[in-house]
């Protein structure tokens, strides 16, 4: 090696001398000046100093060698085979749920992608899951930056896409403690109530004819949520539009997230535009709501809502706050807000259309959610809150269904903050992690016949919403896990067992219950292509 490096020295000493001479020496009208040259060059100083610039270049050269080498010992994921520029965006197709986990069927339960220009672990096995959520959930704690939220989300301002760190950690706890809590959701009981009622008027027009079940959802998680959040409903269509153009923004391809060098491509295409005008309108929309509060504070009769405080009212009151350590923006107040949206109204209205689109599918699993429903009600019209609790084979389907059909079947995207390593792979800082909760909720090795809905397995077993079963987590787990499993979980109960107690529910046309379509569509959530129409009769 001493040897070599010797060698190297000299050989690269003696072409820097010709080179300069040959190059000096082509211009005859400079020959003083090249034999001058050559002269200082020749000087034993100077033989000493070129010698030493020699040895750093060569120890550069060294160091990146040795760098290079130890880059090359670290264990990387497996990947599959990359295309030129796109990396391996090929490989998510249509549903990127399934392929992976026929990827990770080939490469094993950690695979190294890279979407354009993002490095990307998928996880998909629940020791993977349990090794980033809880062991190492500090180092994967972060989201990447994304397109959607940063125009519709104040800059992501809100506590979905907010990068870790302390802005993150109060929000959060604010949400958590203020809005979220177990207290505060149960204070909501009379809104979910009422518009459960407000279904099964719908419910009980249709019968004769038939109804959209996807559709009756999306208005009761609407209703609840804008009740709840903004103190009235979201009425005329021009704002459902407007919801349902937000909701969509968040699923529409922008090339911006996997090369972020390109994202000019998304203002070219008109993406941004669009997603800055109904930025734009919501946030009207929002300042006259706040207004209305702040009017209605004014005149103070604080009690003048009868269905108490909604979520505007709780932040304005937080706002004033001179005591709070965490002073909250205008426009943090406005993003949590659009986030009870964007975050609560397509997962819970999913959930719900896939629930019922098993128990039509599986006859045996309604009659028996309809024997449990019908003996705890015991002839009352509807049932309530209270009721709930006694019904152990309800929250077996509702569980059951979110397994089979987890609306967020890739979870949201983290990020790690440091190299970490991880089942024995070294993964580097910055590299967004996707965790495939679908394939995992399928896995065979966890779950006995996997594709069939059985709610029976969640009878007498603990698993539960809290994320600390990694076989199952339809809601995440760990510090970046779901805050409203209390505030969605009530109204896919509620609205389930009210239904299937007041109706039989049947397919239009003759259609048989087994032949019901349930093809799958991945937008924000993963939904039903086609609409749930049923026909819809009294059962007493
Ligand atoms: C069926 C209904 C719902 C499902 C399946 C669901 C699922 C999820 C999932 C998978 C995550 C990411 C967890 C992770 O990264 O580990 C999440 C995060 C979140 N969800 Fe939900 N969610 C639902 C309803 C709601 C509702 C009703 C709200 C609020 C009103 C809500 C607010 C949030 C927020 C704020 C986060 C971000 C947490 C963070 O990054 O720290 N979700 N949700």
């Avoid at 760098?67 to 998510?92: E, T, V």
């Avoid at 559709?215 to 979201?234: D, E, P, Q, V, Y």
Wanted: aromatic share 10%; proline share 4%; glycine share 4%.
């Amino acid at each position: 090696m001493k040897q070599e490096l010797i060698r190297v020295i000299e050989i690269h000493y003696y072409i820097f001398r010709r080179c300069l001479y040959e190059a000096l020496e082509h211009n005859k009208s400079q020959n003083l000046l090249a034999s001058k040259i050559m002269e200082i060059f020749s000087s034993s100083e100077t033989l000493l100093l070129s010698s030493f610039s020699c040895i750093v270049i060569v120890i550069f050269i060294c160091m990146k060698w040795i760098l290079f080498d130890s880059r090359n010992r670290k264990n990387i994921p497996p990947s599959p085979q990359k295309l030129p520029i796109i990396g391996n965006i090929h490989h998510l197709g249509s549903s990127p749920n399934r392929n992976l986990q026929i990827l990770s069927q080939k490469y094993g339960p950690l695979i190294l992608l890279r979407l354009g220009s993002i490095p990307t672990l998928v996880a998909s096995s629940a020791e993977a899951a349990h090794e980033i959520m809880k062991t190492h959930d500090l180092s994967f704690c972060s989201r990447p930056s994304i397109f959607a939220p940063n125009i519709l989300l104040y800059g992501s301002k809100s506590i979905v896409f907010s990068p870790y760190g302390e802005y993150w950690r109060r929000l959060k706890s604010l949400v958590v403690l203020k809005l979220l809590s177990n207290i505060r959701v149960k204070s909501y009981k009379k809104v979910r109530e009422n518009e459960i009622v407000h279904m099964i008027q719908m419910l009980r027009e249709s019968c004769g004819t038939t109804i959209d079940m996807g559709s009756m959802f999306t208005s009761l998680t609407n209703n609840i949520i804008s009740r709840i959040a903004l103190g009235r409903k979201l009425d005329g269509p021009k704002y459902q539009k407007l919801l349902r153009e937000f909701v969509d923004m968040f699923s529409v391809f922008c090339i911006g997230n996997y090369f972020p060098w390109l994202s000019w491509v998304d203002q070219v295409t008109g993406t941004v535009r669009r997603a800055k005008k109904i930025a734009k309108e919501f946030d009207e929309f929002l300042e006259s709501i706040i207004e209305e509060h702040v009017n209605k504070k004014k005149g103070e009769d604080a009690n003048s809502n009868e269905e108490g405080e909604d979520f505007v009212d709780i932040l304005l009151d937080l706002q004033k706050d001179n005591t709070s350590a965490f002073a909250l923006q205008r426009d943090t107040l406005k993003a949590l807000i659009m986030e009870a949206f964007a975050a609560g109204t397509e997962t819970t209205q999913t959930s719900l259309e896939w629930a019922m689109s098993e128990l039509i599918r599986n006859p045996r699993v309604m009659k028996k959610l309809q024997q449990e429903v019908t003996e705890i009600a015991q002839g009352r019209s509807m049932i309530s809150e209270e009721d709930l609790e006694r019904m152990s084979y309800l929250k077996a389907v509702v569980k059951e269904s979110l397994r089979l059909h987890t609306p967020f079947p890739l979870l949201l995207p983290r990020e790690s903050v440091q190299d970490v390593k991880l089942m024995g792979f070294d993964i580097a800082a910055g590299t967004q992690v996707i965790i495939n909760a679908w394939a995992i909720a399928r896995d065979p090795s966890l779950w006995e016949e996997p594709n069939e809905f059985r709610p029976e397995r969640f009878l007498n077993n603990s698993i539960n919403y809290q994320g600390l079963h990694f076989e199952w987590i339809p809601f995440g787990a760990g510090r970046r896990s779901c805050p409203g499993i209390q505030f969605s979980v009530p109204v896919m109960e509620l609205a389930l067992a009210n239904i299937v107690y007041k109706f039989d529910i049947v397919l239009p046309n003759g259609i048989k219950s087994e032949d019901l379509d349930m093809t799958e569509a991945f937008g924000i959530t993963i939904h039903r292509k086609s609409s749930l129409i049923v026909s819809v009769s009294p059962r007493f």
